[in-house]
């Protein structure tokens, strides 16, 4: 029973990420190529640039899809890695990074609110996919993009493992946050959700000293807008799949 409810969640999830991938190409991607424009020095530099600017879809994908464990990925190195494949075919490169990044999120966030929901004994359904998509995206999207936003290529950043440590907090925080308020009412949990939501914000996210950066604020800041609507979208998608499936498959028996 176990196996077909996660199997389930796990095909709605891999749908909900290859239906992302043009939805991202439509909105976010135009932007990242802009913000490469900005980029200057040598060819080799360039090349790397474009690398970055795949992986920046990449590791906006968790806050657009849900997880920054994607996002701290640090561009150096893995412009590093990437570079002779993109520089072979940077568009299709960059289409396959993007839809395969897709697909990974979307299959694996849709198995941890598989998971939740067996853990709290609520079921995912049609009805109230949206709500359990929101919930997801108030965890793994807005909360950590009001200290780290979604960032552009040539953008500076803070320390990785800082960024890693900061955003951790931030989710495991909110979302044992989101737990208390929702599922347990008492006036305490209430106040003990209202701290942990605060802290991590109250302590402040990682910068860089240096904030210099060649992307103009407007560019970074329709990009920081499109990439968590872009983020919100896949959360809802991804709840109203998962219920769908649980509706239909999930609670039959094997």
Sequence with gaps: MIVRFLLAALVAGLFVGVLMTPIQYAGVVPLILQAEEYESGSRGHEAAGADRGGLTES??????????????????????ASSEAAGASPFFGRLLGTLSANIVAGGGFALILAAVSLLTGRAITWSNGVLWGLAGFATVGLAPALG????????????????????AAVVTLTAGALYLLVFRRELWTTLAAIVMLAVPHVVGAPHPLDLASPVPPTLAAEFAVISLATTAVFWVLLGLSVGFVMDRFGTRAA
């Design 148 to 167: 780290l936003p979604p960032e552009l290529p040539a953008m500076p950043a803070a320390d990785l493992f800082a960024r890693q440590v900061w955003w």
């Design 59 to 80: 590791r906006q994908m968790p806050e657009l899809f849900g997880g920054e464990l994607v996002l701290v990925h640090d561009h150096d190195t893995a412009a590093g």
